[in-house]
């Protein structure tokens, strides 16, 4: 058990880095609680996998330190870390019967042999595996090998950390769910430090207490599903989170007001000074735009029912935006005019928020 | 679902069934034919039923020539094919190395097999070959044209340098289409390099590994130009295997019924064997 440390953190699959493009994490800084559930959440190819095996040791990091417990680990071998792993693609020994799977990371460290028994067993029931226990493993469905891996993940009971690579690929929908719950169960019983990394923000939401969002080899942003989708630090996490995701918008900043199309908006961070950002957005969710009287006129392109809400697809001169409405509330046809909360619209520079 | 009939697919079927009925039934049913007569040519034959099998099955030659075999074929298995894993094992896995070792692997696989034979045959010759000259002024008696020790020696070494490379390049293939993940989760459980080649890649190579040792006991159990032009079956017969064996029969004495019969034993011994090993290999597959 214990705290996790990455300080400027950067990796790069290549000899020679020349742009930024090269790099597949850049600069990251961040610290696992000890106990905590955390998601890495991004886009496909945005680092996670590399990430996480920085921190189990199963890659070196071309620069920047990894910490556990304030000790320095960077340059430690899995077995040293005492960590335990889960792959995207279930990873069984295929002659060994569903026990000796289970005992195998055991019997590796030489644990006593009564004591293996004891742990397996336990592992065996907290996942539902004591009939087949006995059995080949290769004969198992899909899921049922998933939760091996995850059981010789389970069967060491000092790991410092569990890191689950998209466990669920593989898995069908409605298993998915069960085995979702079984993780986020498992945690609150052994309170261990997990990571999950996913591209499903469903996923991310319901298992972890902080999420952290990663983008292009960076993390955008750390913090709780509330917080991730009240107040996105960077437009990508507005995007990616959320759905529909976050409406962004091309603004002008003259004199300390925002300006979209020509009306002046107000949003909750109100920048003071003149900044000098290449490109300045304000982002809005679909939720927090209401029509009204005046504000800014939009042409209204499309409605579609989702069932409690409708989403109202509209277009003013800047671009598209989405709105979310109750489906009880009428909605305009031909043109209208929006207003945005201004407690939940924020002005971005260059992607990140202003502050 | 409904099946579409056509029959001119049968069309299709035909030049393979004219091929393989020239190159295999028709051959084969001769030989049926000459093991069950006896014939003194110009087409002029007599019925003799089973006695050139029994004559065959009872014959010393036979029983020597068949555990000439047999131990042969055993011996190159149990060569070729750990050394095979272990060369495998350790070739590099990515990089220039790779090509490099592919093309030397696959060289002694290229080389015609009496080119084989007569290459080992002046690279071994006591007087003047660079492994014999070599070996005797080391001070060993190395002579494979008399010894029958040497002749073995000199017979399986060229063996194993022609053949080791067909496991070599099945088992590397095996081994190059395990997962990466494999060996990260073995690495995360603390696995030793053997528990990682005992439960990972040994099961994963099980089937190219069949297929190996398949190939490596037809191949060797009918092995017949290198030796004979290597040793010509000598000194003595101590190196005549099977079909060095048969030849003599059939083409050297002109016995042509007791040869084709026992062509026949012969065929289906080897039949038999593979029958036997690629069910046991499947039953365990099932078993999963």
């Known amino acids: ?355 | 679902m409904n099946k579409t009939i056509n029959q001119k697919a049968w069309f299709f079927v035909i030049p393979v069934f004219i091929l393989v009925a020239f190159n295999a039934v028709v051959p084969l049913m001769t030989v049926v034919n000459y093991a069950f007569q006896e014939t003194f040519g110009n087409n002029v034959f007599m019925w003799e039923g089973t006695r050139w099998f029994k004559q065959i099955l009872r014959s010393e030659r036979f029983h020597a020539a068949l555990g000439r075999q047999f131990l042969f074929t055993g011996i190159i298995l149990l060569i070729q094919i750990p050394l095979g894993i272990a060369i495998a094992l350790s070739m590099p896995k990515k990089g220039i190395g790779v090509p490099i070792c592919l093309v030397l692997m696959s060289m002694p696989l290229l080389i015609p097999w009496n080119v084989v034979g007569a290459m080992w045959n002046i690279f071994a010759l006591p007087e003047i070959g660079f492994l014999g000259h070599t070996l005797n002024d080391l001070g060993f008696d190395y002579n494979f044209t008399q010894q029958i020790g040497d002749a073995w020696f000199t017979t399986i070494l060229m063996d194993v340098w022609h053949w080791t490379s067909l496991v070599v390049l099945l088992s590397y293939a095996g081994l190059q289409s395990i997962q990466p993940a494999y060996y990260q989760a073995a690495e995360i459980d603390g696995a030793s390099k053997w528990a990682i080649f005992r439960h990972i890649e040994l099961p994963k190579m099980k089937k190219v590994l069949t297929i190996a040792i398949l190939l490596r006991f037809m191949d060797s159990f009918m092995i017949y130009t290198e030796p004979f032009v290597l040793t010509g079956g000598g000194p003595g017969n101590a190196t005549a295997f099977l079909s060095i064996d048969l030849v003599k029969m059939a083409l050297g004495q002109f016995d042509l019924g007791p040869a084709a019969a026992m062509s026949l034993i012969y065929f289906f011994i080897v039949l038999l064997v593979c029958w036997i090993f690629y069910n046991l290999m499947m039953r365990n597959e099932e078993q999963k």
């Open chain 1, 1 to 355: 058990m214990s705290k996790i440390t990455l300080k400027n953190l950067s990796h790069s699959y290549l000899d020679k880095q020349s742009s930024n493009a090269d790099w597949a994490l850049r600069n990251i800084n961040i610290d696992w609680r000890d106990g905590g559930a955390y998601a890495l959440l991004g886009p496909s190819g945005c680092g996670k996998t590399t990430l996480l095996n920085i921190i189990s040791g199963l890659l070196n990091p071309t620069k920047g330190k990894v910490f556990f417990n304030n000790k320095d680990v960077t340059l430690k071998t899995p077995v040293e870390r005492n960590i335990a792993q889960i792959f995207q693609f279930p990873v069984i020994y295929d002659t060994m019967t569903v026990y000796n799977n289970l005992a195998f990371p055991l019997k590796n460290r030489g644990v006593p042999d009564n004591e293996i028994d004891k742990r397996v067993k336990e592992i065996a029931e907290m996942l539902e595996l004591t009939k087949t226990l006995y059995n080949r493993a290769s004969g198992l469905t899909a899921d049922g090998k998933q939760k091996i891996s995850l059981g010789r993940g389970l069967a060491r009971s000092d790991v410092n950390v569990i890191m689950f690579d998209e466990p669920l690929t593989v898995i069908d929908p409605h298993l998915k769910w069960v085995l979702r719950s079984k993780l986020k169960e498992l945690h609150q019983k052994i309170n261990r430090t997990m990571i999950y990394v996913t591209h499903d923000q469903t996923e991310a939401l319901t298992f972890a207490d902080q999420v952290v969002v990663m983008h292009d080899g960076e993390i955008v942003q750390t913090g709780t599903p509330v917080e991730l989708f009240e107040k996105p630090k960077h437009t990508f996490v507005g995007y990616f989170i959320g759905s529909p995701g976050m409406n962004i918008l091309p603004c002008e900043i003259l004199n300390g007001t925002t300006i979209v199309d020509g009306i002046k908006i107000s949003t909750n961070n109100e920048i003071k000074q003149k900044s000098n950002f290449s490109k300045t957005e304000i982002g809005i969710r679909p939720e927090f735009v209401s029509f009204s009287e005046d504000g800014i006129p939009v042409k209204i392109l499309k409605v579609s029912n989702t069932g409690r809400y409708k989403i109202i697809d509209t277009e003013c001169k800047s671009g598209k935006i989405k709105v979310l409405s109750h489906s009880s509330n009428k909605i305009p046809t031909g043109s209208a005019f929006l207003s945005f909360d201004k407690k939940h619209t924020y002005t971005y520079g260059d992607n990140r928020i202003i502050e």
